[in-house]
């Protein structure tokens, strides 16, 4: 998706409406910045080196002509164009590299910019454990910091089970039925009692972790999206 639209806008860059300047082509770097923005992250290099193409005169007087700014604009999108290039080997090596890449767009959007550096570094055995950290962390947030019995924080299986209790008097709840209230139960307890404490407490050494990772983020983000699906507008973001 990311390497098609990239090549769109490099043919784009030698349309008339482009190459003279105003609002086609005022959109038309608003959308490459966007585009590898968005396929990599604002401070990745190539993003910075485009931040710093330059499209107009450095120096000028009253008779500057205007050859001289329309020269000056080609080049910075000639400049322009070889960063969208170098962009599109850069994605194509990652697709050939990774037969299943991680699509950003598929996991909650604070959880993956939460974990997306870990990702790119193929740092897998980090992630499960920050993964439960900030689910739980959101979800205590969100309840707004529920206290146990001694007053402290509620932590881990105490915690889900009590925000996402089946309860009738449960406005946080998830489902339409008792049979899905408890079952979004019982997956918020298994995600504190099955992943929370392992992933925290211990690193775990396996040949699967890649898949194990990701299967983690796939749950945690699965509760994330529910509760803001279901109650958006009620979560207390601290």
């Keep these: 998706m990311a390497i098609t639209e990239l090549e769109k806008l490099k043919l784009e860059a030698g349309e008339p409406s482009v190459i003279d300047g105003g609002e086609a ?13 968005m396929a990599f ?18 120096i000028m007087t009253e008779n500057t002509p205007r050859s001289t700014f329309d020269n000056a604009r080609r080049g910075g999108i ?3 164009c ?14 050939v590299g990774d037969a299943d890449p991680v699509d950003p767009g598929a ?19 980090k992630i499960p454990g920050i993964v439960a950290t900030f689910v739980e962390n959101h979800i205590r947030t969100w309840a ?36 899905e209230w408890e079952g979004w139960h ?7 009692q099955a992943l929370s404490n392992v992933d925290r407490h211990r690193i775990q050494k396996r040949d699967d972790a890649k898949q194990y990772a990701i299967g983690v983020l796939g749950l ?18 601290g």
């Design 25 to 37: 082509f005022t959109a038309w770097k608003a959308r490459c910045k966007g585009l590898l923005t």
């Design 41 to 58: 992250s604002p401070t990745h290099h190539l993003v910075e080196a485009l931040d710093k193409v330059r499209y107009g005169v450095m």
């Design 78 to 80: 000639r400049k322009a």
């Design 82 to 95: 070889g960063l969208l290039e170098a962009a599109i080997y850069e994605l194509s090596l990652q697709v």
């Design 107 to 125: 996991y909650d959007r604070e959880l993956w910019e939460h974990v997306k550096g870990l990702v790119a570094e193929e740092d897998w055995v």
């Design 144 to 179: 707004g910091t529920p206290k146990n019995k001694d007053g402290g924080n509620l932590v881990g299986q105490g915690l889900f089970a009590q925000v996402l209790s089946p309860a009738d008097d449960n406005s946080l709840r998830l489902g339409q039925q008792r049979s």
């Design 186 to 192: 019982k997956l918020g307890m298994g995600f504190a």
């Design 220 to 237: 945690g983000s699965l509760l994330l999206t529910q509760l803001r699906y279901e109650h958006g507008d009620m979560l207390d973001e």
